[in-house]
């Protein structure tokens, strides 16, 4: 089998105090490279050279692997692949320009999958001009209450799916998981339409990109099966992260005050064992890790799978556009006050641009609180 050699765009600052504006994935990318024995780490760009340094000393790269402009690091290493761990605002011009190098064969890039829904459309399309293949870091479609729910799904454990109702975390940022999610559970179907709803009373900035307090959106795809997404003080409007729901069954996924996984049909609850893992962490095996989890290793191996094999990595920026239309179309939605149907047709970011135009005017953050 070979070996793939790796450079990191974006190491990022102390990866011991990760916020929402700087979450050094650079290292847990690295981190899940070093555990697996077909990839090297060669190089690292960083714009703050002190922080692709300190980068570098912990990931034993030579100090002619150390740049500051990646695209001299292109030039100079020519890596197999690289991973991009920027702000989405910049996902765009750094995937793009790994493409157009000519010398990457495949690029790993962090998730949101853009600041605009042209930008997220121009890196597919630049990557499958070039045959560079393009994977994003949804890493939470291996954990084990997704596998197990998926599995049970394709065992027919509830008959056929009609509805995914999401109850976790946000519309954008997290959004990038749970309709990533929603969607590998439905069999990759692309939706049809988006119909949608928020509020932004409260400032909230996170990766240098605005997030809505509370959404309520609605979903169908081209199946016929729906997705429902409740954030912010809404969540609470399912009992569980996620409940899939079925002809003959329910499948709950992170049950409030109950298991992390349940299945429920025929009048009766059960608890799958998912062993000790939950949404966001697995226990880790063998080698202890500093910065990493077996949720990364496990992304990792399959972007780098699908490069040895030359098939469809699960990652894939295709399936990555599917979720990014919903999202952006959600956005939209809230922008006309009308249902959207695909294929979307904007190149914005719809909440972005309310903010600016004044449409919603959130009040600022406090110091106090932008420094906590």
Not at 329 to 339: C, D, I, M, Q, T
Request: aromatic letters at 8%; one cysteine or more; proline letters at 4%.
């Amino acid at each position: 089998m070979s070996q793939f050699t790796v450079a990191i765009v974006g190491t990022g600052p102390d990866p011991t105090n990760p916020t929402v504006e700087g979450f050094a994935m650079g290292y847990r990318h690295a981190e899940a490279y070093r555990n697996n024995d077909h990839c090297r780490v060669v190089a690292c760009a960083d714009i703050v050279r002190e922080n692709a340094e300190a980068f570098a000393g912990e990931f034993d790269i030579d100090d002619d692997g150390i740049f500051e402009d990646y695209t001299e690091m292109l030039e100079t290493v020519e890596p197999d692949l690289v991973s991009v761990t920027v702000p989405p605002s910049i996902h765009e011009e750094i995937v793009v320009g790994c493409a157009d190098s000519g010398v990457v064969d495949a690029v790993h890039c962090e998730k949101p999958m853009a600041h605009t829904f042209a930008s997220a459309t121009r890196m597919v399309e630049a990557c499958n001009e070039r045959d560079v293949q393009l994977t994003f870091n949804r890493q939470r479609r291996f954990g084990r209450p997704f596998t197990e729910a998926n599995r049970l799904l394709d065992e027919g454990a509830i008959g056929d799916l009609e509805r995914v109702e999401i109850g976790w975390g946000d519309f954008f940022d997290t959004g990038a998981h749970t309709v990533d999610l929603a969607g590998m559970f439905n069999d990759e179907h692309p939706a049809e339409w988006v119909i949608a709803q928020l509020d932004y009373r409260e400032e909230d900035i996170r990766f240098g990109a605005h997030q809505e307090n509370q959404m309520w959106a609605q979903w169908r795809y081209d199946n016929g099966v729906h997705g429902v997404m409740a954030t912010g003080e809404s969540a609470s409007l399912t009992d569980a992260a996620f409940v899939l729901r079925g002809t003959e069954g329910t499948i709950r996924i992170d049950v409030e005050d109950g298991p992390m996984l349940e299945l429920s049909r025929d009048g009766t609850c059960e608890e799958v064992d998912v062993g000790e893992e939950n949404m966001h962490w697995a226990p880790s095996s063998g080698n202890e890790d500093r910065f990493g989890s077996p949720f990364q290793d496990r992304s990792i191996s399959n972007a780098v799978d699908a490069l040895q094999t030359g098939e469809t990595s699960q990652l894939s920026g295709e399936h990555g556009l599917k979720t990014a239309e919903i999202l952006f179309g959600g956005y939209e939605s809230v922008r006309r006050r009308a249902r959207v149907d695909f294929p979307l047709e904007i190149d914005d970011n719809p909440l972005e641009e309310m903010v600016d135009s004044g449409a919603l005017t959130p009040a600022p953050e406090s110091s106090d609180r932008r420094n906590n």
